[in-house]
């Protein structure tokens, strides 16, 4: 065992412990207030700089930001339930955003590594077969559960955070950490690319933990993201009698219904996958009223940004047409989104290299089929090569107990050790030039 992996393995339990802690206070995005009060207190008492809050996340570019009352109320609940006091005015009103800096003083390129924070809106499962509440850790948040791995990528992210500060003498340039928000329906990242957080970046690695890859194998350069676009649709009729002036109403429950058949009826592209989903109906208020109002929460993607643009615009052709039709009015309400992701090639070779070191990792692969989900990383990657800088999306396998988005969701906690292993070899092995 090499004096990194020692020291990974020596911090295992404390990762298993920042694991199951934000495991078990869940918060979702937008909302991580406590979360991010810990991972601040941590990365401060390691000695890195720190960026929080509105300095790393741009106010007008959130997407699908809670109501003010929610944040409020969240915020509350987050230091009822232990949140640092001091740290929590930099998140407070939803930027809960945090760019950590190691800087070592001698020259050498700028690294740096994403990790998200959030999670989702699901209700864990509470019945002892479930391995996180038989271990008195299941999230005790409603309707918020960590069941994507985030609570894994944010302990990953402080796990990283302690090996390269131990081995700190062995690094040139800087490294960055970036803990995001709201990842989660694609929200968090634009906010913080238009912060400035990913400018002058030169090699950037996001990176995520399961997802149907095999316990040992490593993906080095994801590229099957697909480019998504989140929005709402909000239809406002004009409420009537439904038994005695059904006439003078104008029903929005019919108009989203017809919508939401319409949407799933766009025609697929011939140039690749796309996807369509109206995830939320939600319409009326009584049985002998006709509906004035009605929402639509939808989605659409593409396996390229034209075929993603192609569904969007599709879409408001359709939205516009049944509104038309039921003589109501629908306004459409960005939510969220991502494009797709086409990594870096001399990172991912570089990336791929240091892979096949690790104890622990016993495949490695640059990319795998078919099209996965969506992941807003795509926009900070984007932003890191626009200005020249190499980027890619890292996957780490591991054995599930349900798969992501599930009630049953947990994971093999092993995997944050090869992770941790894996970046941590990035940055202490990055070929800069070493003297003479
Ligand atoms: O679109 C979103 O809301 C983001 C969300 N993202 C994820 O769940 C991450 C993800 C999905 N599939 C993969 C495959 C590899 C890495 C990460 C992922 C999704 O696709 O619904």
């Not at 970036?178 to 990242?189: D, L």
Request: glycine share 10%.
């Amino acid at each position: 065992m090499s004096t990194l992996e020692l020291a990974v393995h020596e911090l295992a339990p404390r990762m298993q412990h920042w694991r199951r802690d934000f495991h078990h206070f869940a918060e979702s995005g937008w909302l991580e207030f406590r979360t991010a009060t810990h991972v601040a207190e941590t990365l401060h008492q390691l000695g890195y700089q720190l960026a929080l809050g509105r300095d790393v996340v741009d106010d007008a570019a959130r997407m699908g930001l809670p109501s003010a009352e929610v944040l409020a109320r969240e915020e509350q609940r987050a230091l009822e339930q232990g949140a640092l006091a001091h740290w929590l005015p930099h998140f407070s009103g939803g930027f809960t955003g945090i760019v950590a800096t190691l800087e070592t003083g001698r020259p050498g390129p700028t690294l740096a590594f994403r990790v998200d924070m959030d999670a989702l809106d699901l209700g864990e499962m509470q019945q002892p077969a479930h391995r996180p509440f038989a271990e008195g850790f299941a999230s005790c948040n409603a309707g918020m559960m960590h069941a994507c791995g985030h609570d894994g990528h944010t302990a990953i992210g402080l796990g990283l955070a302690t090996v390269l500060q131990q081995f700190s003498s062995q690094l040139n340039g800087t490294i960055k950490l970036i803990f995001q928000p709201a990842e989660e329906g694609t929200r968090g990242a634009r906010a913080m690319v238009a912060a400035g957080a990913l400018d002058n970046i030169d090699y950037f690695t996001a990176i995520h933990i399961g997802t149907g890859i095999p316990s040992g194998t490593v993906v080095c350069g994801s590229d099957n993201f697909m480019a998504t676009t989140k929005f709402d649709v909000q239809f406002t009729g004009i409420a009537a009698h439904a038994g005695g002036k059904p006439e003078e109403g104008r029903n929005a429950l019919l108009a989203a219904a017809q919508t939401a058949l319409a949407l799933h009826s766009i025609a697929p592209h011939s140039a690749g996958a796309s996807r369509v989903n109206v995830g939320v109906l939600q319409a009326g208020t009584g049985r002998n009223v006709v509906p004035a109002q009605a929402l639509l929460k939808v989605e659409t993607r593409g396996e390229t940004n034209v075929i993603n643009d192609y569904v969007f615009e599709r879409a408001q052709e359709i939205i516009r047409g049944t509104a038309t039709m039921f003589g109501i009015e629908a306004e459409i309400r960005l939510m969220g989104a991502a494009t797709n992701s086409e990594p870096s090639p001399e990172w991912v070779a570089f990336i791929h290299q240091q892979a096949l070191e690790v104890n622990g990792v016993t495949n490695v692969v640059d990319t795998v089929k078919g099209a996965a989900g969506s992941e807003d990383a795509t926009l900070m990657m984007a932003r890191v090569q626009e200005q020249g800088g190499k980027a890619s999306y890292m996957v780490f396998g591991t054995q599930l107990s349900a798969g992501h988005h599930n009630e049953k969701f947990d994971f093999d906690e092993s995997v944050m050790e090869v992770a941790v292993c894996t970046l941590a070899r990035l940055a202490l092995n990055f070929p800069w030039p070493r003297g003479v």
